[in-house]
């Protein structure tokens, strides 16, 4: 086995954090090292979330198996871009970000899941994120937004903040706007969506009748921006919180979002012509009363690919 030294600064770092950059390899790689027993700490099994102490002994078995396996000339294809959030506004105790569609905000437990997260990018750019909040797989994150979503994002950088708006988005005190394009004509100037939404059997969220005891109470109200002959664009404020809300509400409302594949009925995904990568749904503005007192709004302008789709829809 080898055993790795620690410097002054890998002290308080997390363990997978440390070894991900000490031996340049990715960290669901050293992950799957540390869960299999081939990384010790004090001559013991460890865990991924341990944080390191002066008195701690690394040691790493067989480093040579953790590297990345050799790839194919055959199957060898040019690198995709890697996605990273743009920091809007900086505060010692939190961030405001704008995360690009793509992006997965934390790891999942999915056999294909992703390691290019934003909390993969967090912990990079503040590591001391990687010990705030009650889930360390999770840490500073207090709200998200869905993977083809784009849009505005608060990070907590301290446990105080962390505490301080999860009870934000739980009073409902922070106020969400998004830019959504939908199908169809809306033929009234506004309005607000009542339907309560459960999760189904199948774990896809779905919208029950009005007057329904089944499902969570949520409210989407909506502003129409503009008419199109197929379309409309939305402003759209979700009134209450719950997850896929402003896209289960506006397919139960029969004006499901374009470029949406999961909540768009099946005879108009068959029939749309508009070909999107991703859903036409971005978080355009925050606005709240930081842990100061300060009232802080942040905006987002539509990205350059959604602006353009916008220009060309008739």
Same mark, same amino acid.
């Given at each position: 086995?080898?055993?790795?030294?620690?410097? #002054? +600064?890998?002290?308080?770092?997390?363990?997978?954090?440390?070894?991900?950059?000490?031996?340049?390899?990715?960290?669901?790689?050293?992950?799957?090292?540390?869960?299999?027993?081939?990384?010790?700490?004090?001559?013991?099994?460890?865990?991924?979330?341990?944080?390191?102490?002066?008195?701690?002994?690394?040691?790493?078995?067989?480093?040579? /198996?953790?590297?990345?396996?050799?790839?194919?000339?055959? +199957?060898?294809?040019?690198?995709?871009?890697?996605?990273?959030?743009?920091?809007?506004?900086?505060?010692?105790?939190?961030?405001?970000?704008?995360?690009?569609?793509?992006?997965?905000?934390?790891?999942?437990?999915?056999?294909?899941?992703?390691?290019?997260?934003?909390?993969?990018?967090?912990?990079?750019?503040?590591?001391?994120?990687?010990?705030?909040?009650?889930?360390?797989?999770?840490?500073?994150?207090?709200?998200?937004?869905?993977?083809?979503?784009?849009?505005?994002?608060?990070?907590?950088?301290?446990?105080?903040?962390?505490?301080?708006?999860?009870?934000?988005?739980?009073?409902? #005190?922070?106020? $969400?706007?998004?830019?959504?394009?939908?199908?169809?004509?809306?033929?009234?100037?506004?309005?607000?969506?009542?339907?309560?939404?459960?999760?189904?059997?199948?774990?896809?969220?779905?919208?029950?009748?009005?007057?329904?005891?089944?499902?969570?109470?949520?409210?989407?109200?909506?502003?129409?921006?503009?008419?199109?002959?197929?379309?409309?664009?939305?402003?759209?404020?979700?009134?209450?919180?719950?997850?896929? #809300?402003?896209?289960?509400?506006?397919?139960?409302?029969?004006?499901?979002?374009?470029?949406?594949?999961?909540?768009?009925?099946?005879?108009?995904?068959?029939? /749309?012509?508009?070909?999107?990568?991703?859903?036409?749904?971005?978080?355009?503005?925050?606005?709240?009363?930081?842990?100061?007192?300060?009232?802080?709004?942040?905006?987002?302008?539509?990205? $350059?690919?959604?602006?353009?789709?916008?220009?060309?829809?008739?």
């Amino acid at each position: 086995m080898k055993t790795i030294k620690l410097t #002054q +600064k890998a002290i308080g770092q997390r363990l997978d954090v440390y070894l991900c950059a000490k031996l340049k390899i990715s960290r669901s790689q050293i992950k799957k090292q540390i869960l299999s027993g081939a990384i010790l700490i004090n001559k013991k099994p460890t865990s991924v979330h341990h944080f390191l102490e002066a008195k701690d002994v690394i040691q790493v078995s067989a480093v040579e /198996t953790v590297l990345a396996p050799k790839i194919s000339m055959k +199957k060898l294809t040019l690198p995709t871009v890697k996605l990273e959030p743009k920091v809007l506004l900086e505060k010692k105790e939190y961030l405001v970000i704008e995360k690009p569609a793509g992006m997965l905000v934390h790891p999942t437990k999915s056999k294909n899941r992703r390691h290019d997260t934003l909390v993969d990018w967090l912990i990079e750019k503040y590591p001391r994120i990687a010990r705030i909040g009650d889930d360390l797989d999770r840490p500073g994150i207090v709200h998200r937004l869905d993977r083809e979503v784009s849009g505005v994002m608060i990070v907590a950088l301290t446990d105080d903040a962390f505490t301080y708006f999860k009870r934000q988005f739980k009073t409902r #005190q922070i106020k $969400k706007e998004y830019l959504a394009l939908v199908y169809g004509a809306i033929d009234r100037p506004s309005g607000v969506i009542d339907f309560p939404i459960d999760r189904s059997k199948t774990g896809k969220f779905i919208a029950r009748p009005i007057g329904s005891k089944i499902g969570k109470k949520s409210l989407t109200e909506f502003i129409v921006e503009k008419h199109f002959i197929n379309y409309t664009y939305l402003r759209v404020k979700p009134l209450t919180g719950r997850t896929n #809300q402003i896209r289960v509400h506006l397919s139960a409302y029969n004006h499901p979002i374009v470029g949406d594949k999961l909540y768009m009925p099946t005879k108009l995904k068959v029939a /749309t012509k508009i070909k999107l990568d991703r859903i036409f749904l971005h978080a355009q503005k925050l606005t709240f009363i930081d842990p100061s007192g300060e009232e802080i709004t942040v905006e987002s302008p539509l990205t $350059k690919n959604l602006e353009d789709l916008l220009n060309t829809v008739k």
